[in-house]
């Protein structure tokens, strides 16, 4: 029996170890697999970078001679630019040097204008205003006539006593 149990115990001992192994080289498995990946993608952009210089190294002259073009072009638009703007700054400093008077004048007599409309319009209003008036006070006075007259009438109608 206890023979039985020492075998038992060595055979728990020897499953439990090969179970051990069998984790471990799974490990190991997983630990190659991604070394293996992560290589690959890192020689895969390696190649990458390598083929890149390849192809530059073929073109960066011609890529170089663009480059200049463009920014020469680039260049002289801008100096057209502001030269146009330039232009039109100088034409209205003298525009303005030129014609400040005239232009002060127009503006002037634009607001002697509009002040002369306004009086005509302020005079018409008083008018207006003023006849309005007139004829409420002659309703006023017609109607006082007639209280008045009222008033007389009752006195003259007084009983004899």
Do not use: C
């Amino acid at each position: 029996m206890i023979i039985m149990t020492e075998s038992k115990s060595r055979y728990s001992i020897m499953e439990e170890l090969n179970q051990r192994k069998i984790n471990q080289r799974e490990k190991l498995a997983n630990i190659e697999r991604e070394y293996d990946n992560k290589k690959w993608e890192l020689e895969q952009e390696i190649t990458g970078f390598k083929d890149e210089i390849d192809q530059n190294s073929n073109s960066y002259e011609s890529i170089h001679t663009a480059r200049l073009r463009e920014l020469e072009v680039a260049n002289k638009l801008f100096m057209q630019e502001y030269e146009r703007k330039k232009t039109a700054l100088k034409d209205s400093i003298d525009d303005e040097k030129k014609n400040y008077k005239q232009r002060f004048q127009m503006w002037k007599q634009s607001k002697q204008n509009t002040i002369a409309e306004k009086k005509q319009q302020l005079e018409r209003y008083i008018k207006d205003m003023e006849k309005k008036i007139k004829d409420k006070q002659e309703i006023i006075d017609e109607i006082e006539d007639g209280i008045q007259n009222l008033k007389d009438m009752s006195k003259e109608q007084k009983p004899i006593e």
